[in-house]
């Protein structure tokens, strides 16, 4: 059954009328599985990005009921960031697509077995979106960065292998006593020093400046697709691995970047290495021959065997020993993870704890926070204690195996002092690079759990992202009312993401102009089914329709006050600079913030400074300056007094006469600054709209007091 017809617009005959008349609730089938959803031009709070790069049209400047944006304000949430230009491809919607071979466990899986394959799939989904830093659309440095370090570390190796020559000359020429060539192989060793130094550092800055920009480019894809359709706010209520995000986006992000070029650029070098001077072990030491059991056994390429040998053994040590590294360093990152926030949320929320003398209490809360920090350490401590042993024991008899490997043959005059230290050295340089795992062992784990943190964020809004292009969970459509309402609600139900109904087969219209009011016990999902207008909340069935060209803005109960100078608070969500101070000036005085004029311009922590009635009138300002079309306040008066909330609705009215009004709230005084009341009742699968009345104006219900008592003698015939 469709919804009954409104009129175009209250009018002040129909609220002299003072009839209370009900509105039967009624509720439409829902649309068939077969039938194609809609795809209208979305419209209101939940207007999406295209998938695209950003245009690049600048945002119109917002001033009275003249000059309007054509993307509506993102009311009291922080606004999703444009995507530039120059933005990571992730970002506009290239590499940062859900991948279709995603791998989140089947439901067939046990518990454990899920959570052993999602593990397994973090790595492979972290190189799935990092690797598109190298794509088409990835940075167009990265590749002359990539060959140009590439190039650095083989000619690196080169001067390695000259400065190798170089210590066997050097010390056979010592051995001979020949004076001329000493001098000579002194004079070229600076020239050799000097280039290897100049391509070390220059292989530091290529290094460096790949993971900064890739850390940039991934960093950026990832935050715009966080704050992408509000999922920033909807990771909140959806179960997953993505806690603290904050931390994943700084510290395990830059840990996830810096460490892979850091391992590929490690790994090439101790490769060409191990292969260069393998070469020069097997080419100095020759064969090994000796006695035993009357036998004589003899080894080719002892240098080399004993290498392969030696690393083998302190790696298999490191494997054995540090083979809890990973998981250690993942809970030591998350327990970091929780003590700072732990610590924001005591700065965040200072007055209160402040008011009501709770410092006792967060401090032993901050202390058992710690303490698992600190017991995470611990562990890690033993464990970076073990992996040490192992690679200092590794590096102190590195030096001196070669040495006495080859200390028979020179006795034996087989072998020159030169070729000697020529082998130690090159052995050495050997053992450096196939021990190259056991010193990069515990960053390696380190990076392991940094990655893995991360992808799971990724992993989380995949999720998101997927739930926004199929139906398969039930998404609320958007779109736009054809017939001159301001909102329609078309047997809107609002679920959470598990499908639990939290809002049933709601229908609604709204005019323009109307101002409605939503109320119901606490708990009936009031606030759920605002946000599901606002567009911050996806789950459900039915859809959603504003007004063509029309502008939604939001006033919550805790308005967001940002960073910076008191303009940009009051400007906020568009920029400071889009009115003039004495407009500003004149909203602030409306709102009963006049004695704010003079520190518009003053940076300060006014999130901290204002009080919760304050932050509200400036709320209130915000909407006098953005003079929307439509305005939602959940309970937006909650921090004001009666009669400054008579105040402020009186100012909304006058200065907005023809804005339309959605509030939610408890308190009855504030029936008398709407036309119109819905009301929600919890039911069994759902709340439910249950009533649907026209109210009588303030003003007409003093009228009828007033001659109530003049008739009744009350006023004693005073006029």
Request: charged share 25%; with cysteine.
């Amino acid at each position: 059954m469709p919804p009954a017809k409104r009129k175009p617009k209250p009018d002040d005959s129909a609220i002299e009328r003072g009839e209370s008349k009900p509105r039967p609730a009624t509720s439409r089938p829902n649309l068939p599985r077969h039938e194609k959803p809609r795809q209208p031009k979305p419209r209101g709070a939940a207007k999406p990005r295209a998938d695209k790069a950003a245009e690049d049209k600048p945002e119109d400047r917002l001033k009275g009921d003249k000059s309007r944006q054509d993307k509506p304000p993102a009311g009291e949430s922080p606004p999703e960031q444009k995507a530039t230009a120059d933005a990571a491809p992730e970002a506009i919607g290239h590499a940062g697509s859900p991948p279709p071979e995603a791998g989140e466990p089947g439901p067939a899986l046990s518990p454990e077995e899920a959570e052993r394959a999602r593990k397994k799939y973090l790595l492979r989904r972290f190189w799935i979106s990092g690797r598109g830093y190298w794509g088409l659309r990835g940075d167009k440095l990265a590749w002359p960065l990539t060959i140009g370090l590439l190039t650095l570390i083989c000619v690196n190796v080169g001067f390695q292998y000259g400065i190798n020559r170089w210590n066997r000359a050097i010390f056979d020429a010592i051995e001979q006593r020949d004076a001329h060539t000493v001098y000579w192989l002194s004079a070229i060793f600076l020239p050799l020093v000097a280039g290897s130094i100049s391509l070390v550092v220059a292989q530091v800055y290529l290094r460096m400046t790949m993971q900064r920009r890739w850390r940039s480019w991934l960093t950026t894809a990832v935050i715009q697709r966080w704050l992408a359709s509000g999922r920033y706010y909807q990771l909140n209520l959806v179960k997953g691995d993505h806690a603290n995000p904050e931390a994943r986006l700084t510290e395990d992000l830059r840990i996830a970047t810096e460490s892979p070029v850091d391992f590929i650029a490690g790994v090439l070098n101790a490769f060409l290495s191990a292969s260069t001077f393998i070469v020069v072990l097997w080419t100095i030491g020759g064969a090994l021959s000796f006695t035993l059991g009357g036998s004589t056994i003899t080894v080719p390429g002892f240098l080399v065997v004993t290498a392969v040998i030696y690393a083998a053994i302190t790696s298999t040590s490191m494997f054995a020993i540090g083979r809890r590294f990973v998981q250690l360093s993942e809970d030591k990152n998350q327990a970091e993870a929780e003590f700072r926030y732990v610590l924001t949320r005591v700065r965040e929320n200072g007055e209160s704890i402040a008011l009501l003398g709770g410092e006792e209490e967060e401090n032993a809360g901050i202390d058992r926070t710690f303490a698992g920090v600190l017991g995470r350490w611990a562990r890690l401590t033993g464990q970076h204690m073990r992996t040490t042993l192992v690679s200092q024991g590794s590096s102190l008899f590195a030096p001196v195996v070669p040495v006495l490997l080859c200390a028979p043959k020179f006795l034996d005059g087989s072998m020159s002092l030169g070729q000697v230290m020529q082998a130690a050295s090159a052995f050495a340089l050997v053992q450096g690079a196939f021990g190259w795992l056991v010193d990069n062992y515990p960053r390696l784990a380190d990076w392991n759990a940094s990655a893995r943190r991360i992808a799971s964020l990724m992993m989380s809004l995949d999720g998101l992202e997927r739930a926004e292009k199929n139906d398969r969970l039930g998404r609320i459509q958007r779109g736009e009312t054809a017939d001159g309402a301001m909102l329609s609600l078309r047997n809107l139900s609002v679920t959470l993401d598990d499908g639990t109904s939290v809002v049933k087969e709601t229908e609604v219209e709204i005019e323009p102009g109307e101002r409605v009011l939503v109320s119901g016990e606490s708990g009936t999902g009031k606030s759920t089914l605002v946000r599901a207008i606002a567009g911050l909340w996806p789950w459900g069935s039915g859809s959603v329709d504003f007004h063509p060209d029309k502008r939604l803005f939001m006033l919550p109960q805790r308005p967001y006050i940002p960073s910076g100078t008191l303009r940009r608070a009051t400007a906020y969500p568009a920029a400071a600079d889009n009115w003039k101070t004495k407009e500003i000036d004149a909203a602030l005085d409306k709102v009963g913030l006049a004695y704010l004029k003079d520190r518009l311009e003053e940076e300060a922590p006014w999130d901290q400074t204002l009080s919760g009635g304050e932050k509200q009138r400036l709320a209130f300002a915000r909407l006098l300056l953005h003079a929307p079309d439509i305005v939602v306040l959940d309970e937006a008066t909650s921090a004001l007094d009666e009669k400054s909330q008579d105040k402020m609705m009186q100012t909304v009215i006058q200065q907005l006469p023809r804005v339309t009004i959605i509030s939610v709230a408890h308190r009855a005084e504030l029936e008398a600054f709407h036309t119109r009341k819905i009301t929600l009742e919890r039911r069994e699968g759902g709340a439910r709209l249950v009533s649907d009345v026209e109210l009588v104006s303030r003003k007409r219900k003093r009228g009828l007091i007033q001659r109530a008592l003049w008739g009744s003698g009350v006023n004693g015939g005073k006029g």
